[in-house]
């Protein structure tokens, strides 16, 4: 499935003296199996934009389009909407009320009226899909588990409703590395093997860096930058937005900086290193 | 939930804003009591036009209607109870209910006496930002204190409360979204449904509250809240000349009203 945003804006408390500009004629596409990156300093709109994918929010102006279909025609097409892009919210595990990890990841696929007997296969599956294991966790309370382990309960919560857009608003914040590491994985094998759509805003570019396609960067409620995520993040508007950006590419800027050619627009540490291994051997 | 705004504090700089809060509790808390001094539809329609000259000079006289919603329903309901349950002399009738006269004007007096009423007290949290009023309340309980009254530990429970209903909106809107997101229907009109999407808004809701309550307290402890300690304000509340012209012209004009009324 693709998603797109046509020339959405959207403004907060319309009509009030409090009302302040959310996001100005974004306009955003995401091919089906695309990994889109999302940047932006604090208040740029990323958690407006992201609201919007899936109908929370309703745009003033423009459309969202899902298969080129606009979301907000009908009550139906809204609910097809809101099951088929899975958005993760931040710091999703705050937002876990079930007695057990069983119910909690059930609720998603019951809502959205799957048949009763599949759900326990459906729940099975979504757990595997996260790395936590059925017959282990399912009975598990979810205020017991790690922090960790929550957040892939909440994760599995949002895959149990099968949808085909994933959105996530800064998955790994909080996380330890390996917590990082293994949504990371989990994240990059629904990309791969399921060809789902993934949308990921972060300020933690350098942990997908490699794996995302695109790369869009808001700022004030407007898209300020977007394209392939290596190129983007050789922009100097990076620097100028106060945008983290991967040490291999800061060290290739260096390196540019200094007279000496990096190829291949290296993002991670592995690359730059081969990089520098064969301009070593190059001088030598 | 966007477009809720609790204590509907409209941020200005107009006469009423700049004073000191005690003086606006203090004159609001005279006015409210002279609600139940006016009688004849002279005193009720001057008294009337007063408030709304008040809206006027607070610069919120756009929320003269708006802030008379909540309180629509208790109003039709005292004109609808006293109109049909007050005996006397039958105006007209609507099928099996009689209409009296005397119902009729009991219960537009008392209908407009819930209308001044909520708007004045409105009017006060109109102009007057939170912080300032707690610091107001604060200053005017403090005589209680000699007495047992916490005066300054209550004024920090409604601060803090005041402080965290927008936080607290927030974070019940945020839950609806991760519910709805998950096909939660919280419009749903069947009563076990939204049972259910209830639970799901109020378990995490309960959790945040207390965990921010906990992660409050430790953070006011580590910067040396005791309860009971003499504390200093940031704010040092003054009455200005201002202050004093008001209260004395609200003594010398309720003065001779009470005095025109009962003597």
């Known amino acids: 499935m693709s998603i797109e945003l046509r020339n959405v804006s959207y403004v907060y408390s319309k009509g009030t003296p409090f009302a302040r500009p959310g996001i100005k004629g974004i306009n955003i596409r ?50 097809e909407a809101r099951q088929k892009v899975g958005l993760v919210f931040q710091y999703p595990e705050h937002q876990l009320f079930g007695a057990t990890v069983y119910e909690e990841i059930a609720y998603g696929p019951e809502n959205y009226g799957f048949p009763a007997g599949e759900i326990p296969e459906i729940v099975r599956k979504a757990m595997d899909t996260v790395g936590l294991s059925y017959e282990k966790y399912k009975y598990r309370q979810p205020y017991e588990l790690s922090g960790g382990e929550k957040r892939r309960v909440a994760l599995a919560g949002v895959l149990a409703a099968s949808p085909e857009i994933i959105v996530l608003d800064e998955p790994t914040a909080g996380l330890d590395a390996i917590g990082r590491q293994l949504l990371t994985e989990t994240i990059t094998g629904l990309n791969c093997a399921h060809g789902k759509t993934v949308i990921w805003v972060t300020h933690e570019i350098a942990e997908i860096a490699h794996l995302a396609d695109r790369l869009l960067v808001l700022n004030k409620g407007e898209v300020v930058v ?18 983290d950006i991967p040490p291999a590419v800061a060290i290739s800027g260096e390196l540019g900086a200094r007279g000496i050619p990096v190829r291949g627009q290296p993002v991670t540490l592995d690359e730059i290193g081969e990089e520098i291994i064969r301009l070593v051997k190059e001088k030598l | ?117 909520i708007l004045l007290s409105s009017l006060v949290t109109l102009v007057t930002s939170p912080v300032r009023m707690t610091d107001g309340l604060e200053q005017l309980m403090k005589p209680l204190q000699r007495v047992g009254l916490p005066a300054s530990e209550l004024a920090m429970m ?106």
């Open chain 1, 30 to 79: 995401a091919a089906r199996g695309e990994w889109l990156a999302v940047m932006g300093p604090t208040g740029s709109g990323k958690s407006t934009m992201l609201q919007h994918l899936n109908g929370l929010l309703k745009p003033d102006s423009g459309e969202v389009l899902l298969d080129d279909t606009n979301i907000h025609l009908s009550a139906a097409s809204l609910r």
């Open chain 1, 226 to 243: 977007t394209g392939k995520t290596r190129e983007v993040l050789t922009n100097p508007i990076m620097s100028e937005l106060g945008l």
């Open chain 2, 1 to 117: 939930m966007e477009g809720i705004v609790f204590g509907q504090y409209v941020p200005g700089n107009s006469l009423l804003h700049r004073l000191d809060p005690r003086t606006k509790i203090i004159v609001s808390a005279i006015l409210l009591w002279l609600v139940f001094v006016v009688e004849t539809p002279a005193e009720f329609a001057g008294y009337g036009l007063f408030i709304l000259l008040l809206y006027v000079i607070g610069g919120v006289a756009g929320s003269f209607l708006k802030v008379m919603k909540p309180g629509l329903f208790l109003i039709v309901i005292t004109l609808v109870l006293n109109m049909t349950f007050t005996p006397g002399k039958v105006l007209f009738n609507i099928g099996p209910v009689s209409v009296s006269q005397t119902g009729l004007e009991n219960g537009l007096i008392l209908g407009v006496k819930i209308v001044y009423l």
């Open chain 2, 158 to 263: 409604i601060n803090i409360a005041l402080r965290f209903i927008p936080t607290f909106w927030e974070e019940t809107d945020k839950i609806i979204k991760a519910q709805k997101s998950r096909g939660a229907d919280f419009e749903s009109w069947r009563l076990q449904k939204r049972a259910k999407y209830m639970t799901a808004l109020l378990v995490p809701l309960f959790v945040s509250s207390f965990r921010k309550a906990d992660e409050l307290a430790l953070a006011m402890e580590s910067r040396g809240y005791v309860v009971g300690m003499k504390r200093t304000s940031l704010h040092k509340l003054e009455f200005r000349a201002v202050d004093f012209v008001v209260l004395a012209g609200l003594a010398v004009v309720t003065g001779s009203f009470v005095f025109y009324k009962y003597f």
